[in-house]
């Protein structure tokens, strides 16, 4: 996941959301910060980009491949723009390509290195976010103002004893629950 991230939601949402008023402007900063790292990290986990953009030239070996098919790294497939095959240009007119998963289907076995430029993600927008995703992003955001400085640590005393823990899992568990039905299959 290397192009730059394009926020999942807007400012103007998640102050919606945290219930802070559009005209504080005390917290802007910080919460798009955190709404561009969120939605970064939500992109890692899903192994998919949220809103659509371009992949140039992602590259395939398919040297020994034995197969007609090939799934792109990302999808929904909104443009498959090029494909060139060891640098010859494949007619993508000649392809069927099921958008949806990402699969480019052609009447011959792939071979050598292919290249392919498209454009793919799950919303053509910040706009067209499905709304359980902004929501995700939106509770960890919540998550991280409410645990700021003491984020992960859990403390347990008995009498003299005390001992503190560091959480493990770094998605909190109700945010992992609403991006888990976007996670990237491969086939």
Same mark, same amino acid.
């Given at each position: ?29 910080? @919460?798009?910060? +955190? ?10 986990? +899903? ?47 000649? +392809? ?26 799950? &919303? ?10 902004? @929501? &995700? ?12 400085? &003491? ?35 491969? @086939?």
């Amino acid at each position: 996941m290397s192009l730059p991230t394009t926020s999942a939601t807007t400012l103007a949402n998640c102050k919606k959301y945290l219930n802070i008023a559009a005209n504080d402007t005390s917290k802007d900063e910080l @919460l798009e910060l +955190l709404i561009d790292a969120t939605t970064n990290a939500a992109e890692t986990y +899903l192994g998919r980009y949220i809103v659509a953009r371009q992949i140039s030239q992602e590259p395939y070996d398919c040297t020994n491949s034995k197969s007609k098919y090939l799934q792109l790294k990302q999808y929904p497939v909104t443009t498959l723009t090029a494909v060139l095959e060891d640098g010859e240009t494949v007619n993508t007119a000649a +392809l069927t390509v099921d958008n949806s998963n990402g699969i480019i289907k052609r009447k011959i076995f792939w071979k050598g290195a292919v290249l392919v430029t498209y454009t793919a993600g799950i &919303a053509s927008s910040t706009a067209n976010v499905p709304k359980n995703l902004q @929501l &995700a992003i939106w509770q960890w955001v919540s998550f991280l103002l409410n645990t700021q400085g &003491a984020q992960g640590i859990d403390s347990e005393t008995l009498g003299d004893y005390s001992v503190n823990y560091l959480e493990q899992n770094p998605i909190p568990p109700v945010v992992a629950n609403l991006l888990e039905g976007y996670k990237r299959i491969d @086939l």
